[in-house]
């Protein structure tokens, strides 16, 4: 699915975490995925993993509202992600658009971008 996007401002990191209840049940989970996307999020990046108990706890003490907590919580989850590489290649791409949305890989891109961000 491609998609014109044009938006005069920058766009936003967001880190959307889906807790397991969710996950356990394929119908909840499509409909939060389809509630991101129907908000128009564009989903750059996506990851399962699994935590121990101990891991999650962890990360909740940890959390503040901030954006230096964001930038550490996405480098928790995506350690090879740049974000300042994010803001200067892959950014400008999305929010001039056109945007495509790959259902297989659960993340959005530029149409026909060439080596920046996530391959669709």
């Known amino acids: 699915m491609t998609s014109i996007l044009r938006s005069p401002q920058a766009l936003q990191l967001t880190l959307a975490l889906i807790k397991p209840d969710a996950v356990a049940h394929p119908l909840i989970l ?11 999020f564009l989903i750059v990046r996506m990851r399962e993993l699994l935590w121990r108990k101990e891991d999650c706890q962890k990360f909740y003490q940890e959390h503040e ?3 230096v907590s964001a930038s550490r919580e996405i480098a928790a989850f995506f350690p090879d992600f740049s974000e300042q590489r994010w803001y200067e290649e892959e950014e400008p791409q ?6 495509h949305y790959s259902p297989e890989e659960g993340t959005h891109c530029a149409a026909g971008a060439g080596d920046p961000g996530p391959a669709c």
């Open 65 to 67: 509202d901030s954006v």
């Open 94 to 99: 999305l929010r001039r658009g056109p945007v």
């Open 30 to 40: 499509e409909a939060v995925h389809q509630q991101i996307l129907s908000n128009k």
